[in-house]
Structure formats: structure tokens, C-alpha cells
Antibody, heavy 120, light 108 residues
Framework: QLQLQESGPGLVKPSETLSLTCTVSGDSINGTTYYWAWIRQAPGKGLEWIGHIYYSGGTYYSPSLRSRVTVSVDTSHNHFSLRLSSVTASDTAVYYC????????????WGQGTLVTVSS | SYVLTQPPSASVAPGQTATITCVGN??????VQWYQQKPGQAPVAVVYDDVARPSGIPERFSGSNSGNTATLAISRVDAGDEAIYYCQVWDPSRDQVVFGGGTKLTVL
């Protein structure tokens, strides 16, 4: 059974960089049809796609976050990561990592989510 | 950018059928995904690729997609179906994932 687990600081100061890692267990991240994604949810709000990456490194980012986001993959450690720079209070959210089944398809496995608060 | 519009809320009596709509320009030409999210939990896929059900999802959950409207139907609703439901598509013209705003389903 595939499992995803987010990890990283729960508190980040304004203007700093948010960094999270998603560790994948139960299968290799090298699956040729899968994309590895980050999605967030601000308190009381809906889901917002941040971006995703193919195992070979091709990336797709939300236009509204593209200038601040980097998603990377480490196949040797079977994990992928999110970096979001110059954070503000509006970046406070639960951050989920997820697996996307294919180019047009859905997110079939999700991590439990991790709350990141931006505050001084 | 592409927009998916869902009603903020819907309500249904136990045992009845709930229908949740997701409206987008020519959404029928796209593959629509549906997720259920209960409080404090991660979303769970309940319908994928317009009409398919993931393993473990009851047959009570069904999807359809045509024209400008995709629909999630939940038959024989019970209290355990209370949740927020989100639709989602991939917009290939802009290479981006789009989520609807979510519909909170209340079982009366």
C-alpha cells in the first residue's frame, strides 16, 4: 500500500523560505506514469494546487505561485520536496503531498497533510 | 484561467440522492475528478475520469460529464456522506490543475 508522509517545520517566519519533504513508501517514485504533487489548503478554504513533478524532473507550477515555487525529486531517497520562497501570512495552510496517476488523471494517494504557519 | 464553479452548499435527506454540480466552459471535453474531504482529513478520490470509481468506493457514488456541467451523484445518502466535495480538472492549454471551490453536503 502506497503511503506518503509530509515533513518539515510547522512555523516559518515571514519573508523566509518554506521547505517540505514528502517521503514515499510502498512503491518506487520512479513509476513512469506518475506525477508527484503539492496541494495546499488555507484554514477554512478550498484546495489549491501548487505544482507537481514527473519522476524524470519535468515540472508544472501554478501560475500564481510559479515565481516562488520549486518542486524537486530525489529518486535515490524516494522522496520529493517543496520550496516556497518569500512567504507571507497568506501562505499559512495545510500542505498536502499527493500522487497523480497520469497527465489527465486524478490524485489517487494523499499524505495526511502538515500545517505550516507563517508568523514572526 | 479556467474556472470550475460549484454551489457552496447542498442538503439532502437520508436515503435520498444528492447531486453536486461542477460548471466549467466545455468541461465535457475534459476529464473530471471528484474528491470527498471530511473535517481534519485529507481528500479522498471518489470518482475519477468522469465516471470511474476507485477501489473501495461504494457504487452509490457516480459521475457524469457533458457540455458545461459535470455532476457527482450520491444515492442512498447517509450521515457518513457529510463532507465537502471538490471537482478537479487538468487544463492542458495552461498546463495547470484546477479545483472547484467545493460543495459542503449536509445530510438533514
Amino acid at each position: 500500500q502506497l503511503q506518503l508522509q509530509e515533513s518539515g517545520p510547522g512555523l516559518v517566519k515571514p519573508s523566509e523560505t518554506l521547505s517540505l519533504t514528502c517521503t514515499v513508501s510502498g512503491d518506487s517514485i520512479n513509476g513512469t506514469t506518475y506525477y508527484w504533487a503539492w496541494i495546499r489548503q488555507a484554514p477554512g478554504k478550498g484546495l489549491e494546487w501548487i505544482g507537481h513533478i514527473y519522476y524524470s524532473g519535468g515540472t508544472y507550477y501554478s501560475p500564481s505561485l510559479r515565481s516562488r515555487v520549486t518542486v524537486s525529486v530525489d529518486t535515490s531517497h524516494n522522496h520529493f520536496s517543496l520550496r516556497l520562497s518569500s512567504v507571507t501570512a497568506s501562505d499559512t495552510a495545510v500542505y498536502y503531498c499527493a500522487r497523480r496517476r497520469g497527465y489527465y488523471s486524478n490524485f489517487d494517494y494523499w499524505g495526511q497533510g502538515t500545517l505550516v504557519t507563517v508568523s514572526s | 484561467s479556467y474556472v470550475l464553479t460549484q454551489p457552496p452548499s447542498a442538503s439532502v435527506a437520508p436515503g435520498q440522492t444528492a447531486t453536486i454540480t461542477c460548471v466549467g466552459n466545455n468541461v465535457g471535453s475534459k476529464s473530471v475528478q471528484w474528491y470527498q474531504q471530511k473535517p481534519g482529513q485529507a481528500p479522498v478520490a471518489v470518482v475519477y475520469d468522469d465516471v470511474a470509481r476507485p477501489s473501495g468506493i461504494p457504487e452509490r457514488f457516480s459521475g457524469s460529464n457533458s457540455g458545461n456541467t459535470a455532476t457527482l451523484a450520491i444515492s442512498r445518502v447517509d450521515a457518513g456522506d457529510e463532507a465537502i466535495y471538490y471537482c478537479q480538472v487538468w487544463d492542458p492549454s495552461r498546463d495547470q490543475v484546477v479545483f472547484g471551490g467545493g460543495t459542503k453536503l449536509t445530510v438533514l
